[in-house]
T-cell receptor, first 114, second 117 residues
Framework: AQTVTQSQPEMSVQEAETVTLSCTYD???????LFWYKQPPSRQMILVIR??????QNATENRFSVNFQKAAKSFSLKISDSQLGDAAMYFC???????????FGKGITLSVRP | NAGVMQNPRHLVRRRGQEARLRCSPM?????VYWYRQLPEEGLKFMVY????????ESGMPKERFSAEFPKEGPSILRIQQVVRGDSAAYFC???????????????FGDGTRLSIL
């Protein structure tokens, strides 16, 4: 079975600084997709960024980028120029190419210091 | 609002009652997923449905829980004879289809917070 591990329960970053959130996963599949979701206090689940395993290029979305290391099964999220609105729980998620369900990590709480 | 709609946002039930949670997928989406989030935990997959079909229910508890997605109307997650341990946030997500669009992300509703007294 696939597993997703987020070993850091909490992180803190100074406003305008850069922070990296870690995620590792375990799978024997070659076709899969990885996602980072943000959950603010309002509890919405907001898609931040996604990565297809077959793509070597790391995905980027404005201030958000990933470091996808396929051999190491690592998928970290980098947030540049952190803003107060970035404070939230962040979940790493995995989806098998042939299976539609998402497998989530336990999440990490990110706080942003003004 | 063309997003995934869940209602109610909050639901309070006493032990032994039934809880019904509703989810209307995004327009054009035919696949619905239900997830449960316990406090301080990530979301756990429960069930995946298409119209009138359950595709994957590997995450559903064997008893008291059922789900449907009828031809007309929203998807319903039903919990019979609720217990304290059912208290959680229940999220619904939808996607357009599988196949060549299988990399399309799931779009989530705002969730239903179920509290059992």
């Amino acid at each position: 079975a696939q597993t997703v591990t987020q070993s850091q329960p909490e992180m803190s970053v100074q406003e305008a600084e850069t922070v990296t959130l870690s995620c590792t996963y375990d799978t024997s599949e070659s076709d899969y997709y990885l996602f980072w979701y943000k959950q603010p206090p309002s509890r919405q689940m907001i898609l931040v960024i996604r990565q297809e395993a077959y793509k070597q290029q790391n995905a980027t979305e404005n201030r958000f980028s990933v470091n996808f290391q396929k051999a190491a099964k690592s998928f970290s999220l980098k947030i540049s120029d952190s803003q107060l609105g970035d404070a939230a729980m962040y979940f790493c998620a995995y989806k098998n190419g042939a299976n539609s369900k998402l497998t989530f990590g336990k999440g990490i709480t990110l706080s942003v210091r003004p | 609002n063309a997003g995934v709609m869940q209602n109610p946002r909050h639901l309070v039930r006493r032990r032994g009652q039934e809880a019904r949670l509703r989810c209307s997928p995004m327009k054009g989406h035919s696949h619905v997923y239900w997830y449960r989030q316990l406090p301080e935990e990530g979301l756990k997959f429960m069930v995946y449905l298409q119209k009138e079909n359950i595709i994957d229910e590997s995450g559903m508890p064997k008893e008291r829980f059922s789900a449907e997605f009828p031809k007309e109307g929203p998807s319903i997650l039903r919990i019979q004879q609720v217990v304290r341990g059912d208290s959680a946030a229940y999220f619904c997500a939808s996607s357009p289809m599988s196949g060549f669009l299988r990399n399309q992300p799931q779009h989530f509703g705002d969730g239903t917070r179920l509290s059992i007294l």
